[in-house]
């Protein structure tokens, strides 16, 4: 577009301004998750987190050493240490002793307590007690300050939800629930639907044309019409609720997609190469596997790429033909919405949970975005 | 046995049995049933004679199966069962001619034949999927929807069903929402795809901007109904808000935090915005494609006649990709009239949000009343069915 006369007008920069605020207006949600789910539920619940990301003035409430850390220096008695000990350095501005005067006094400044003892609080946190006497008491002094922190990240959230065998709620067996329903779900209905792609595209036979028009009508039947009438055939036939139902499922959904993208793709393929191979003997089946294939590996992908994500995030199927009451199949969406129910305001167990099953396609995504596309446009535009 | 591993073996059993049966079917036919070579008398004679035994083993199974497993033959599905076993074993009887022929063959002969039977060898798994997974739901669906469950069966109400959905206030309400989802998210959707595609292909870091964008196809409903979940977070008003929306509301003076999720009708729009913020990347990447495609000259034309931007976007560029526009459209509305998860997840239809799939679900295993959910999933098959039959016509249209 940039050669042609006119078309750098004085737009540029509200394109490009327009275009940055929409990407950041998209993001915004997903970054929100992201940075809530590296957040203790404590921070997350006393601020927002679009806050987290600049260093924030905190009131903090800390003890001063116990009297039994005392060390004598010269005719000294001493208590020193430092307030941040324990969690991230900041900046104190002003302290106090008293919860009535938090702010009573600046940061490095010396103050005389009551019993005649002196306290300096420092910038960076460092205190010292200084007193002719030997410090008593068992509790150290409590020191008010007012402290600017900077942002604080932790990935406990993670190891909580992903690394801890003890806890219930943990998303590991979810994961591999998830895992065991998604892969043959993808790879079983490629198989089918690739040979009947085939026979679509380069067999002739009578009844191929009607064929071709029921798969692209069954395309958009809504799966909703088939949960009862299939899960009573699951049932009758003995496979009840679990994984055999639920691939059987996905690969019974996914295959109209499947052959469109896959027959579209192959129809476009050269006649020539399948012609000669015909004249020097081959069979239909050895075209198939030495030729189709290999050449059709990009449709293969698209479609891989979409049935993944569709089982991946799918919370429908699974609910029916897979999760029964015993919990041990639950997928991560299943149980992502569990917990929406039942740790509604725990935001850092909810978003860890959601980004746990969101890591893999987002990863996915980025790595064969450029499948994804292709496939969206063979299967939509005509 | 681990999950894990029971998946494995389905994968080399399901891939396995897949490929054996292609490879297995093609093999037998290629090499014994009709062998790209002349025969003689004796050869076509002896295959008739192993391939009547074995074509008429499969029947006899078959029936005994029948007898076996359903016992009484004589009431109405028995009756209905004998009627499909016959016609299986008519159809072999009819096969046997066309595959086991007597007398000397020629290599031709035997060719066409096989090429004639080879297609359906090719789509015999895929016609059984579609046939049990799509097509037999469909007709069973509509069956359903005018029956109820008694005990041990199902008894013909008519269309008590249907009668009772449209006397639930909740069913018109789904309605209700599902047009306003209807006409709000594919437009929402369909020109914030064309806007940003159309931006987007004019500056250089446009593919940056476009990836993300369409990245949130990739997060589920359920993981965007969190995201959007704690962006409508609602706090006690002497609390600092943590959830966007009400961080933006109060300082723009408003004068407390919203509960955003219960407000009546509001609330429809806020769960739309989780399906506009998915769907917009999905229009914009072939809303995109469509733009690139249109022919340069008439663009250079359009400015050569002093043409400003708005108007060779709306007057040149729109009407030419008007196509792909209603294809867009389209498919985002198929999108729409099944969606479930979102209100699933954020709102389970209170506070005035159902909408008919998710209205379906709860009748079917909430209340267990499958006729009217049955009848409910018959409504959303006949909003879908003019999308299908306008699909099917274009699809025919293509191919001739």
């Not at chain 1, 590991?172 to 895992?179: E, M, V």
């Not at chain 1, 036939?237 to 996914?254: E, L, Q």
């Not at chain 2, 069956?143 to 018109?172: C, D, H």
């Not at chain 2, 914009?284 to 690139?292: D, H, K, N, T």
Request: charged fraction near 15%; aromatic fraction near 12%.
């Amino acid at each position: 577009m940039d050669n042609i006369a006119g078309s750098k007008s004085s737009l540029t920069w509200a394109v490009h301004l327009s275009v940055a605020f929409l990407v950041i207006l998209w993001l915004f949600p997903t970054v929100g998750l992201f940075v809530s789910s590296f957040r203790t539920g404590d921070q997350i619940a006393s601020s927002g987190w679009w806050k987290s990301m600049f260093p924030t003035e905190q009131n903090l409430v800390i003890r001063a050493g116990a009297p039994d850390t005392q060390v004598q220096q010269g005719a000294l008695y001493v208590i020193e240490g430092d307030l941040f000990d324990g969690r991230s350095a900041g900046e104190v501005s002003v302290w106090g002793i008293s919860s009535r005067e938090i702010d009573a006094y600046k940061a490095g400044e010396t103050v005389t307590l009551k019993d005649g003892s002196t306290l300096t609080v420092q910038p960076d946190g460092i205190f010292r007690m200084e007193n002719t006497e030997e410090f008593t008491g068992s509790r150290g002094q409590r020191i008010f300050i007012t402290a600017t922190t900077p942002p604080e990240f932790t990935t406990d959230n993670y190891q909580n939800m992903l690394l801890d065998p003890s806890n219930r709620e943990g998303m590991s067996k979810a994961f591999f629930s998830t895992l065991t329903v998604t892969i043959p779900s993808t790879i079983i209905p490629i198989l089918i639907a690739a040979f009947a792609a085939y026979a679509l595209a380069w067999m002739e036979f009578p009844g191929r044309a009607i064929l071709i028009a029921c798969v692209v009508g069954l395309l958009v039947v809504p799966l909703q019409l088939a949960l009862i009438p299939l899960l009573k055939f699951h049932n009758a036939v003995g496979i009840g609720k679990g994984y055999m139902g639920v691939w059987f499922a996905h690969t019974g959904f996914g295959l109209p997609l499947a052959i469109y993208l896959l027959r579209n793709y192959m129809v476009g393929l050269p006649r020539d190469i399948i012609e000669n191979a015909k004249v020097d003997g081959a069979t239909d089946f050895q075209i198939f596997t030495r030729i189709i294939l290999p050449l059709s590996f990009p449709a293969l992908a698209s479609f891989a790429i979409f049935q993944f994500l569709w089982t991946w995030n799918d919370l429908l199927v699974a609910m029916v033909f897979l999760v029964d009451s015993s919990g041990e199949t639950t997928v991560m969406t299943k149980q992502i919405v569990e917990l929406l129910g039942t740790r509604g305001g725990n935001w850092e167990i909810l978003a860890t949970a959601a980004f746990i099953s969101m890591a893999v396609p987002i990863a996915v995504f980025f790595a064969l975005q450029r499948y994804l596309v292709r496939g969206l446009l063979a299967g939509s535009v005509k | 046995m681990h999950p894990a591993l029971q998946g494995l073996v389905t994968i080399i059993i399901g891939v396995g049995g897949c490929v054996g049966y292609f490879v297995l079917s093609n093999y037998l036919l290629d090499r014994f049933l009709l062998p790209a070579r002349a025969m003689t008398a004796d050869e076509t004679a002896s295959r008739r004679r192993i391939g009547l035994i074995a074509f008429f083993a499969v029947p006899a199974l078959l029936v005994a199966g029948l007898v076996v497993m359903y016992g009484d033959l004589l009431s109405a599905g028995g009756i209905f069962r004998l009627i499909v076993g016959a016609l299986v074993i008519l159809g072999l009887w009819r096969l046997t001619g066309f595959i086991f022929a007597e007398g000397p063959l020629t290599a031709g002969h035997n060719i066409s034949h096989a090429n004639m039977i080879r297609p359906w060898l090719f789509l015999f798994p895929a016609i059984l999927a579609l046939g049990l997974y799509l097509t037999y739901p469909v007709f069973e669906t509509l069956r359903l929807s005018f029956t109820q469950r008694i005990p041990g069966g199902y008894e013909f109400v008519g269309t008590a069903n249907y009668q009772q959905m449209m006397s639930e206030p909740k069913f018109w309400e789904a309605m209700r929402n599902n047009m306003m989802w209807l006409v709000i998210v594919p437009a929402m959707s369909t020109v914030m795809g064309l806007i940003v595609a159309q931006l987007t292909d004019r500056i250089s870091w446009g593919n940056i901007a476009k990836m993300l964008i369409f990245m949130p196809m990739a997060i589920s409903f359920v993981g965007a109904s969190v995201i959007f979940k704690l962006i409508y977070d609602t706090r006690p008003i002497d609390q600092e808000q943590i959830g966007v929306l009400n961080a933006i509301y109060l300082s723009l003076g408003g004068s407390e935090p919203q509960q955003w999720l219960t407000l009546p009708i509001w609330n429809n729009f806020l769960l739309m915005v989780v399906l506009i913020w998915i769907q917009t990347g999905f229009a914009m990447v072939i809303l995109s494609a469509a733009l690139r495609g249109i022919p340069e000259e008439t663009v250079e034309a359009a400015i050569v006649d002093g043409a400003n931007p708005f108007q060779i976007f709306f007057k040149i560029k729109v009407p030419q990709i008007m196509p792909t526009i209603v294809v867009v459209w389209t498919t985002i509305t198929l999108t729409v009239l099944k969606v479930f998860d979102i209100v699933f997840a954020m709102t389970n239809g209170q506070w005035g949000t159902q909408v008919l799939a998710n209205y379906m679900y709860n009748k079917l295993f909430t209340a267990n009343d499958w006729g009217v959910g049955s009848a409910a999933a018959m409504v959303i098959m006949i909003l879908v069915s003019p999308i299908l039959i306008w699909n099917v016509r274009n699809a025919r249209k293509e191919m001739k």
